[in-house]
């Protein structure tokens, strides 16, 4: 059974040109994140959001936002995509924020591959 | 600066063999530790974590993992490899210090031959 489901699986943009990824969970966690994982590089975190609180890392582009209309969905939208944008781009949720319970996990997706023409 | 480390890029094992894939972390603090295993083209699924307790914790897919605080290690470990096992494996620590410091290590990219 999907838990945490990412659309679509790969797409493709143009430079400069906006795109919105989405993310949806059927696990009811309040924290969603987002990750941007390059080429045989390790995942890096872009922001989370804790219920309605968004949470933004220091050194994420202005170039990306997020929304969370809901529990349900997060979405990524890249305003406009640099050729160093291309990546994987992994959306988890967890019930908490990592590390104030001791259940606590992410659960990822399977992300959505980015190509920018 | 904070970080985690995982020596080996790449790992090429024998099916059936045993395999250890190293991960230190450069922290004051214990930090939580977690492996993750990322099969191609799919996301992370988690196979063990340590918060605390017992330092040899066990995971799914017969991994399991030993927190050393002295080496500032925790390396994962599987007595018998299976071909399926060929993936790329992430280390990561959580911080717990503030917001929601959670790093990946670069990775290790396991060949299984046969």
């Known amino acids: 059974d999907a838990m945490v489901i990412q659309n679509p699986r790969y797409q493709v943009t143009q430079f400069g040109k906006p795109v919105t990824l989405s993310c949806s969970q059927t696990?009811?966690?309040?924290?969603m994140y987002w990750y941007q994982q390059k080429s045989s590089q390790a995942p890096k975190l872009l922001f989370h959001y804790y219920d309605k609180d968004f949470n933004n890392e220091a050194d994420t582009p202005d170039n990306f936002q997020s929304r969370r209309p809901n529990t349900s969905f997060c979405f990524l939208d890249i305003r406009s995509p640099g050729l160093g944008d291309a990546a994987m781009y992994l959306c988890?949720?967890?019930?908490?924020?990592?590390?104030?319970?001791?259940?606590?996990?992410?659960?990822f997706g399977p992300g959505t591959r980015l190509t920018v023409l | 600066a904070q970080s985690v480390t995982q020596p080996d890029i790449h790992i090429t094992v024998s099916e059936g063999a045993s395999l250890e894939l190293r991960c230190n972390y450069s922290y004051g603090a214990t930090p939580y530790l977690f492996w993750y295993v990322q099969s191609p083209g799919q996301g992370l699924q988690l196979l063990l974590k340590y918060f605390s307790g017992d330092t040899l914790v066990q995971g799914i897919k017969g991994f399991e993992a030993e927190f050393k605080r002295s080496q500032s290690s925790f390396n994962l470990r599987k007595p018998s490899v299976h071909w399926s096992d060929a993936a790329e494996y992430f280390c990561?620590?959580?911080?717990?210090?503030?917001?929601?410091?959670?790093?990946f290590g670069t990775g290790t990219s396991l060949t299984v031959i046969p």
């Open positions: 988890a949720t967890s019930p908490r924020p990592v590390g104030r319970g001791r259940s606590d996990t992410q659960y």
């Open positions: 990561a620590v959580f911080l717990g210090v503030t917001g929601n410091q959670f790093y």
């Open positions: 696990l009811n966690h309040n924290v």
